[in-house]
């Protein structure tokens, strides 16, 4: 599979605990964004990398979370001290320039966050 | 920051008739307008997407008009099928970080 790969698919931890995601964007793209998705919402952006820089990260976005990148290629997004309400699915996607215009961003399959 | 308005947030219809689902966006300089399909379970796929220096695109059954005056895009689906029923998010963004804003999604429903 040469697509956006994310793991784990599914994380369940106990409120207070520290988790840890990790994306594999498609293999030439020096573009990656992290979204938050609820039930019946849209993709809220997290936070957004090109290549190993961190160039924009979401005003609504807790200092309790953290994303890196740290050789422009996958990256990893921790939460520390979950709360009920970081349950969500976590879905990263990638991207890449194309001539004078940037391709679509393609997504992962998400990992989903139960915190119990 | 840019703000993404879509609606309705359910659609139901039959077999073979046509569905169109309306956003609006607040940013002036977004330039790029991609539509993602969701289906239960799985990740946002593009369907189809439009830039700003076209008005109207279309591909098989699915078009997208962009009217950049008023700040409206708005996707067509026609003949849908029962396979269309997913959840239809649009998405518009700016050519330099491209960071695309999501609306709150349509819930398509196509009944045989």
């Known amino acids: 599979d040469t697509g956006v790969s994310q793991n784990p698919r599914h994380k369940i931890t106990k409120r207070g605990q520290n988790v840890t995601f990790r994306c594999d964007p498609i293999?030439?793209?020096?573009?990656l964004y992290w979204y938050r998705q609820t039930l019946g919402q849209g993709p809220e952006f997290l936070t957004y990398f090109q290549n190993e820089a961190q160039l924009e990260k979401s005003r609504l976005l807790s200092d309790r979370f953290s994303a890196e990148r740290p050789k422009g290629s996958f990256s990893t997004l921790e939460i520390q001290r979950t709360e009920q309400g970081d349950s969500a699915m976590y879905l990263c996607?990638?991207?890449?320039?194309?001539?004078?215009?940037?391709?679509?961003?393609?997504f992962g399959q998400g990992t989903r966050l139960t915190v119990v | 920051g840019e703000n993404v308005e879509q609606h309705p947030s359910t659609l139901s219809v039959q077999e073979g008739d046509s569905a169109v689902i309306k956003c609006t966006y607040s940013?002036?300089?977004?330039?790029?307008f991609p539509w993602y399909k969701q289906e239960l379970g799985k990740r946002p796929q593009l369907i189809i997407d439009?830039?700003?220096?076209?008005g109207e695109k279309k591909d098989q059954r699915i078009a997208v008009t962009l009217n950049k005056t008023a700040k409206h895009f708005s996707l067509h689906i026609t003949e849908t099928q029962p396979e269309d029923s997913a959840v239809y998010f649009c998405a518009a963004s700016q050519g330099g970080s491209y960071i695309p804003t999501f609306g709150r999604g349509t819930s398509l429903i196509v009944h045989p």
């Open positions: 996607a990638s991207s890449t320039r194309q001539g004078r215009s940037n391709t679509e961003a393609f």
């Open positions: 439009i830039r700003s220096n076209v």
């Open positions: 940013d002036s300089a977004s330039n790029y």
């Open positions: 293999s030439e793209h020096n573009r």
